[in-house]
């Protein structure tokens, strides 16, 4: 684990979970900890009711302190970092913002989003100047398309940009409560920012999911304040993050292969499965952890009640037992279901999202830019649980 948590090792991390994955699909470590790398065991883990997510109970128990710092505050009040019922509470408000009725009539706005980050890049890159994608074009899409659905401001995204990646921190495996201390003035910062946002919608209600959250609240008062905020403050880090470090990597990877890049210009229609692919082969989300609820013997191997278990699902991904070459980046690759998007009760609410918002930008990007290349080596950030580049250098003439 040392060398998958060093700087070099998330640099890339697929060698050394085939390393892991050499010394089975679930792996006890000193009684304390299971790491699963298997595909079919991540997926049934996902769907394992007696396998609990981070909830405050859980973080009792192993992360002694936590009720100290304000970003663990606030993630246990979302929906990700919650069991049942509470779990299945915040779900049920939240999830018909985010069915495929409601996703669908969101394509016209994500189309006109796409169209100005796509010149917005073409302007920066004029005259042979360097673009950084992640900033310029991901992070900017990204946050344009859940911005607008949640009403925030197109003057306040940019800014929340560093906000959100301290929050990710968080994340990471910890040695040292300090390590928490970034994402604690992150998240402060932008609850604060929430309850702003609510208030200015509770006076004057708009069109946005904020408006439409605050109102069904006040009816029916299912969910607190706090709640709230914190749900809103998930959808924003999720809906920012993840899909940030999904369109950097399509790009990536499609300019790494010309014949690849040229047929997302040719066929609309591929996009669908480049996606797919790209969320297989390197996704933005490498491990989620669950806890044990009860004993169990997990595929031969005995789990403790209590013990923690990371599901390495960048591993799963790439399990030769359920993917032929594994390792061969291939858009037309049949059968092709990732676990990038997690399973089970907790499947993100925004995947659909997601998978249209990069499937509709990066082949216009691609098409619009037919010159574009990359301007030296691409780097990823120092994190192993929320994988991204830190910058995508291109140039695009």
Same mark, same amino acid.
């Given at each position: ?5 060093? !700087? ?5 991390? !697929?060698? @050394? %979970? ?18 699963? =790398?298997? %595909? ?5 883990? @996902?769907? =394992? ?18 009720? *100290?710092?304000?970003?663990? @505050? ?5 929906? $990700? ?8 509470? !915040? ?22 989003? +796409?169209? &100005? ?25 990204? #946050? ?18 560093? $906000?959100?990646?301290?929050?990710? @921190? ?19 910062? $932008?609850?604060? %920012? ?13 069109? &946005?999911? =904020? ?15 706090? *709640? ?9 880090? /999720?809906?920012? *993050?993840?899909p940030q470090d999904l369109l950097s990597n399509m790009v990536r990877l499609a300019l790494e292969r010309a014949e690849e890049a040229e047929r997302l210009r040719k066929d609309p229609e591929a996009a669908a ?14 491990? $989620? ?8 013997? %997990?595929?031969?191997?005995?789990? /403790?009640?209590?013990?923690?278990? #990371? ?33 089970? +009760?907790? !499947?993100?609410?925004?995947? /659909?999202l997601a998978r249209m918002s990069a499937e509709t930008v990066v082949s216009r990007l691609l098409t619009e830019l037919p010159g574009m290349s990359l301007a030296g080596r691409p780097t990823f950030r120092d ?6 580049? &830190?910058?995508?250098?291109?140039? =695009?003439?």
């Amino acid at each position: 684990m040392g060398r998958l948590l060093s !700087y070099e090792g998330k640099q890339n991390p !697929y060698p @050394l %979970y085939e390393e892991m994955r050499a010394h089975g699909p679930v792996v006890a470590v000193g009684g304390t900890h299971v790491f699963v =790398t298997g %595909y079919e065991e991540c997926a049934r883990a @996902l769907r =394992t009711p007696d396998l609990l997510s981070t909830d405050a109970v859980v973080q009792d128990a192993k992360l002694p302190g936590w009720r *100290e710092h304000s970003s663990w @505050l606030w993630l246990t009040r979302n929906m $990700l970092f919650s069991n049942d019922p509470n779990h299945e509470r !915040y779900r049920r408000f939240f999830s018909s913002a985010f069915s495929a009725r409601s996703v669908a009539a969101f394509r016209p706005m994500v189309e006109r989003r +796409a169209h &100005d980050v796509v010149r917005h890049v073409q302007d920066l890159g004029a005259d042979g100047r360097t673009v950084d994608l992640v900033p310029e074009f991901s992070f900017r899409l990204a #946050t344009g398309v859940i911005g607008e659905l949640l009403g925030i401001p197109d003057e306040d995204q940019p800014g929340l940009r560093e $906000l959100v990646g301290d929050i990710t @921190l968080a994340l990471e495996p910890i040695g040292d409560m300090r390590q928490l201390l970034p994402g604690d003035a992150a998240m402060d910062r $932008l609850a604060e %920012y929430f309850h702003a946002l609510v208030a200015r919608r509770r006076v004057a209600p708009g069109t &946005d999911l =904020t408006s439409e959250f605050v109102r069904i609240r006040d009816a029916g008062e299912e969910l607190t304040e706090q *709640e709230l905020v914190g749900n809103l403050m998930l959808l924003l880090v /999720a809906a920012a *993050e993840a899909p940030q470090d999904l369109l950097s990597n399509m790009v990536r990877l499609a300019l790494e292969r010309a014949e690849e890049a040229e047929r997302l210009r040719k066929d609309p229609e591929a996009a669908a499965g480049f996606v797919d692919e790209a969320l297989r082969f390197d996704p933005a989300v490498q491990a $989620l952890n669950r806890v044990a609820a009860r004993d169990l013997d %997990y595929f031969g191997v005995q789990v /403790a009640e209590g013990t923690a278990l #990371t599901l390495l699902i960048a591993a799963g991904n790439r399990d030769p037992r359920r993917f032929d070459a594994p390792g061969v980046f291939d858009p037309r690759r049949p059968d092709n279901q990732p676990l990038t998007f997690s399973g089970g +009760a907790h !499947y993100c609410l925004g995947a /659909a999202l997601a998978r249209m918002s990069a499937e509709t930008v990066v082949s216009r990007l691609l098409t619009e830019l037919p010159g574009m290349s990359l301007a030296g080596r691409p780097t990823f950030r120092d994190q192993i649980v929320q994988r991204g580049h &830190d910058r995508l250098l291109v140039t =695009t003439v």
